[in-house]
């Protein structure tokens, strides 16, 4: 295994330092304050300052020595089950050891509450300042840390790095603006790349640009999407079971993931569908259910029915727009129907994860945008398992083929789970570099 190469400090990064450390209070403050509005604990919320709220455990293997103790962070919830598909891979290969999953937001934890294995646990990850950091790494004391997609604060990098904690980045995606941006910073790009003993970016240009950013090239290593990986979101049956009573014999298509300026073209699709079969169903899912209002006075403009279901109303012969403003239940909505949009596609958002519909069982509907899945899309598409769509005569189209031809949408459906699957078995070679970049085995004794 290679010897870290790693640049020295620069002054933009003392200066970071310094700022975060006096603005910690006041970010607290803020970030406590949402917690408390989803219900958490005071004791919990505590735990962005570094302060645990568990015992840290002491791994050990079946032949009585230590084994490791892995921390594993995600900013919400779709990294945080890529982290799950990792402790998934990793745990049969490490007897013994003890996972830390970390992350940032309430749904986040009430996500890995439900779905945490017995050797792994849950906090909120202490903010990027040196009192939090060092708290959260005296108690913790792991052998590695895992950092998803774009978790990148220098702060926690640098102390982890000082207390010698093997570090990766995995499933690496940084938006354009986040290159640009630190390529106006290339000594700070460095010295915060050159932290990570590995890292394993979602696609070859997503590794080009990390390099660029001066990570060293022998340790960057394209290695797919790791939410192929992820378990299947989970389905509520009693939940499934009431809609599909209600529905009865009515077509459903599902609009999941939609962000503002595309619930427009979506409304607008299922009013050209309603014009060729006025029993379709639309049940529509946004990414944020706050904005229920909003997106119920665009639908009544467009004149149609709508029922909403955080208000309980029931879905009935008459309702054209099931609004489904509601967190966790995507799951359930991508088993309830064999036909999926997803949004955050045709508005410039980088387009959301296709693994967990094509699990369920369904084929997929995107529009240009999906950026943040350029890895997986164009094979997908190729495949038949989705279609790309411009606007709402195109998504129109897309849904009504699908409606009107049974074998059309059983081999899309079919060609979709086939490249998931395709995509989760290459992710073995992960491990493998995980276990051999971060020093797992043989066991390290904790610091």
């Known amino acids: ?170 499933n690496a995606r940084l938006s354009a603006r986040s290159v640009a941006r630190w390529k106006s910073k290339p000594a700070t790009a460095a010295f915060v790349m050159q932290k990570f003993d590995l890292l394993l970016s979602q696609n070859p240009q997503m590794g080009e640009s990390l390099i660029e950013l001066g990570a060293a090239p022998d340790k960057v290593h394209p290695s797919g999407n790791l939410k192929a990986g992820s378990a299947p979101l989970p389905v509520d049956q009693a939940a499934l079971d009431a809609v599909r009573a209600e529905l009865g014999e009515r077509p459903l298509w599902v609009a999941s993931s939609t962000h503002r300026g595309e619930e427009e073209t979506v409304i607008a699709a299922h009013k050209a569908l309603l014009a060729e079969d006025p029993d379709i169903c639309l049940l529509l899912a946004p990414r944020h259910p706050e904005r229920a209002e909003d997106i119920i006075a665009l639908i009544e403009l467009a004149g149609l029915s709508v029922a909403r279901r955080s208000a309980g109303q029931p879905l009935t012969a008459d309702t054209q727009v099931y609004l489904a403003d509601t967190l966790g239940e995507v799951g359930t909505w991508y088993a309830l129907s064999p036909i999926v949009f997803l949004g955050g596609s045709l508005a410039p958002i980088g387009g959301h994860n296709p693994f967990e519909v094509a699990q369920a069982g369904a084929a997929v509907i995107t529009g240009p945008g999906y950026s943040n899945f350029a890895e997986t899309y164009p094979p997908l598409i190729s495949a038949g398992g989705a279609v790309e769509v411009n606007d709402a005569k195109g998504l129109a189209g897309a849904v009504s083929h699908w409606m009107d031809d049974d074998a059309a949408l059983n081999a899309a459906r079919d060609a979709a789970r086939g490249v998931v699957a395709a995509q989760a078995a290459a992710l073995d070679g992960v491990v493998d570099l995980l276990i051999d970049n971060l020093a797992l085995s043989p066991a390290r004794q904790p610091h």
């Open 1 to 170: 295994m290679a010897s870290r190469r790693t640049s020295a400090p620069t002054l933009l990064f003392h200066l970071y330092r310094g700022a975060t450390a006096l603005l910690a209070p006041f970010a607290f403050r803020k970030v406590a304050g949402k917690l408390a509005d989803h219900g958490v604990s005071p004791t919990r919320q505590r735990e962005r300052l570094g302060y645990a709220s568990q015992p840290r455990p002491t791994p050990s293997g079946p032949d009585g020595r230590p084994a490791p103790l892995l921390w594993l962070h995600g900013a919400s919830v779709g990294e945080s089950l890529a982290a799950l598909s990792l402790i998934d891979k990793l745990a049969p290969r490490l007897p013994g050891a003890e996972f830390l999953l970390t992350s940032g937001t309430a749904s986040s934890a009430e996500m890995m509450a439900k779905r945490m294995p017995a050797n792994c646990r849950h906090q909120f990850a202490p903010l990027d300042a040196t009192a939090p950091v060092d708290r959260f790494l005296r108690h913790w004391q792991p052998d590695a840390a895992l950092f998803v997609e774009s978790e990148l604060w220098p702060v926690t990098l640098h102390a982890a790095e000082q207390a010698a904690v093997r570090l990766a980045l995995v």
